[in-house]
C-alpha cells in the first residue's frame, strides 16, 4: 500500500512558476514508477508526464514538453512536478500517481496506476 500527498499547488499569474511536491509513505517508494495528471473542471483525467523507478527515463505529454520537468528523489520518497512558463489552459487540480513496475515501461494511461493522491489546485491567471 502507498500513500501519496501532493503540495505545492495555489495561483499564479500566466508566465510564472509553480513546484510541485509529492510525499509517498512506505519502504517501496524506488518499486514505482510515478505520474502526474491533471484535470480541469468538466474534463476528463489526462497525463502530464512520468518518471520511471530511478528518475532516469521521463516522459511528457506534448503541451508540456519543454516547460514541465519531472524528478524523484528516492531517499526522500518525494517526486515533483516544476512547472514553468504557465498558462490559464494549465489550470487544473494536480494529481500523482503511482503505478507498479510491470513489462512496458512508463504508461499515458489512467488505468494504469495503482495509487492516487488526493490532487492539488493549479490556478493559473491571465
Known amino acids: 500500500q502507498v500513500q501519496l500527498v501532493e503540495s505545492g499547488g495555489g495561483l499564479v499569474q500566466a508566465g510564472g512558476s509553480l513546484r510541485l511536491s509529492c510525499a509517498a509513505s512506505?519502504?517501496?517508494?524506488?518499486?514505482?514508477?510515478m505520474a502526474w495528471f491533471r484535470q480541469a473542471p468538466g474534463k476528463e483525467r489526462e497525463f502530464v508526464g512520468a518518471v520511471n523507478w530511478n528518475g532516469g527515463i521521463t516522459t511528457y505529454a506534448g503541451s508540456v514538453k519543454g516547460r514541465f520537468t519531472i524528478s524523484r528523489d528516492n531517499a526522500k520518497n518525494t517526486v515533483y512536478l516544476q512547472m514553468n512558463s504557465l498558462q490559464p489552459e494549465d489550470t487544473a487540480v494536480y494529481y500523482c500517481?503511482?503505478?507498479?513496475?510491470?513489462?512496458?515501461?512508463?504508461?499515458?494511461?489512467?488505468?494504469?496506476?495503482?495509487?492516487w493522491g488526493q490532487g492539488t489546485q493549479v490556478t493559473v491567471s491571465s
Open positions: 500517481a503511482a503505478a507498479r513496475l510491470r513489462i512496458g515501461g512508463l504508461s499515458p494511461r489512467v488505468h494504469e496506476y495503482d495509487y
Open positions: 512506505g519502504r517501496t517508494f524506488n518499486s514505482y514508477n
